[in-house]
Each structure stands twice: as C-alpha cells, then as structure tokens.
C-alpha cells in the first residue's frame, strides 16, 4: 500500500519536472511543475466525443488502459514492504497486465477505421514487443541471482557489495529508464511535440480521444513513469527503515525526471527505421546482466 501511495503522489510532479528541466534548459520560463496535473483535471471535467464509425470497443479502451497501468502499480513493492498484490512470478503478471492495456489502446485506434491511426498502432505494437524481452531477460536474471520470483522478494535480497554487482546495477537502471522511454512514447524512440504526420506514433493514436477519456490516457502515462521508477528506486533502496527510503524514493524519482528531461532536450529523435534496432539492443544489455550473474555465481568456472 505504501508504494501505490507514494507512487500516485510521485506522478503528480514526475511530468511537471521533465518540462521544466526543458524549459530550464532551453532558456524559457516555461509552465509550473503541477500544470500537466492541471490540464488532466480540466480534461476529466469535460465529456468525451465519440465518432460513428467507432464500436464500444473505443469507448471502453481508455478506462482498461488506466485500469490495466493502476493495477500494474499495485504489484510494484517498496523497499521490503510488498506491494498491494504480490504472489511467486508476479513480475511477470505485472508485464502483461500492461501488455492487455496496451492491446486495448491499439485495437482502440484501430476502431477508428483511420489508417493513419493504425499506422501508430502498428509502430508502437512494434516496439512493446520488442522492449518485452529485455525487461523478462533483466528481472529473469534477478531472480537467477536472488533464487526469488516475485518483486519484493526480488529486490529485498538484491545485495550490491562489489565491483560487478555495481556494474549490473547501473546496466539494469539502464534498461528500466529506456522502457519506461519506450513505454511513454518517448525521446529518442517518438517526440510527443511532434506533429509530423510520417514520424507519429503514440500521438496519432489517440486522436480521436476527447475529454475524460484523454484525461485518463494522459494521466496514466504519468502513473507509469513515476511507476518505473519505483522500480529504478527499489534497486537501491534494500531493507533500510522508511525514514530513509521515503527520501530515497523521492529523490530517485526526481533525479529521474530531471534525466529524462536532460535527454529529451539534447538527443533528436532517431530515424524511424532505426527506432526497432535501437529497442532491440536493450535486449543485448540485459544479456550482458545475464552473463554478469552467471559470473557472480560462479556458473562460468
């Protein structure tokens, strides 16, 4: 319970501070941290508008979608304190309750009858696949090292005490902080400012989504960054007492922010073609943590 608060308080200000860090950045005074909080709330005052050529299928899309992410949120653990739901494997729950929401937002643009639509949802169904085995391959790894299967037990027993062990933990941040780019439709992979029509792949998807259901999908991409970085956070947190991991938590989330700020206000999107070898190589990172377990167990002697 305490990790689904934390992150719900997390999200309120996870967005607003990629923003600012740009607008810092890019020498412009830029909207207040709590603005993009603001307009998702302006968003579930208003009513949704539905085009005639859409089935129920759309209508209930965007609430599956927010559903799909808050229960996803339930899994995540903090510190050595389990999360709302927690079971042996629930990691691997935790992926494709995600994944069923992402099917829903795609069949979702889908129902549009829009070819521009289904070519988002072709794109980002491209990229969810290929991000998924390096998140299995990274927390299968875990779970090799730890000799646990579900999160918290997982990163409760995640002891960093030398040089390799190090090394595994930035190369799993790594990897978490780039799915979560993948994930949200982000820098270097998509710009969600963009409005070319041949480069779109999130934004064009939802298009047609007004008002309450907007708010919803809009929000929910701010509930999965702060989500993936209580995942980022867990890796460092251990079994300190909560006077210490609350500040931990909070300050990872905000390092977080500002990263993916910094990231987003220096690198350029990459070509579209190259955005699937790109995803891809995440996978042969997390083959290098793999391999960097296998070495701390001792498999290769």
């Known amino acids: 319970m305490i990790s689904f608060i934390l992150i719900i308080l997390a999200s309120i200000f996870f967005t607003g501070i990629i923003i600012r860090t740009k607008s810092i950045v890019t020498g412009r005074k830029g909207p207040g941290i709590f603005q993009p909080v603001k307009d998702v709330i302006r968003l579930w005052k208003k009513g949704a508008v539905y085009s005639k050529t859409t089935s129920f299928i759309f209508q209930i899309a965007p609430s599956i979608y927010f559903a799909s992410v ?22 691997v729950f935790f992926a494709y309750v995600l994944a069923l ?85 982000r820098m270097p992979i998509d710009d969600p400012k963009t409005h070319l029509e041949l480069t779109m792949v999130h934004e064009v998807m939802i298009l047609d989504n007004s008002g309450f259901d907007l708010g919803m999908i809009l929000y929910a991409t701010n509930l999965k960054f702060a989500m993936y970085g209580a995942l980022i956070a867990n890796l460092f947190m ?64």
Do not use: C, W
């Open 70 to 91: 808050l229960m996803a949120i339930m899994v995540v653990p903090f510190g050595q304190y389990k999360g709302i739901i927690s079971f042996e494997g629930d990691f």
């Open 238 to 301: 251990g079994s300190f007492p909560l006077y210490l991991t609350i500040p931990i938590f909070f300050g990872i989330q905000i390092l977080f922010a500002i990263a993916v700020g910094l990231l987003e206000s220096f690198t350029a999107r990459f070509r579209m073609n190259h955005n699937a070898q790109y995803i891809f190589v995440l996978s042969s990172v997390s083959l290098l943590i793999f391999f960097g377990v296998l070495l701390m167990l001792g498999r290769f002697n």
């Open 101 to 185: 929401g992402k099917f829903f937002s795609i069949i979702s643009a889908l129902d549009t009858g829009s070819s521009f639509e289904g070519m988002g949802a072709s794109r980002e169904a491209l990229y969810s696949m290929f991000a998924e085995p390096a998140f299995f391959i990274l927390m299968g790894s875990f779970a090799l090292l730890t000799g646990k299967t579900s999160f918290q037990e997982i990163f409760a027993s995640l002891h960093f005490g030398s040089s390799i062990s190090y090394i595994l933990g930035v190369l799993a941040t790594f990897v978490l902080a780039m799915i979560t780019m993948v994930e949200n439709s």
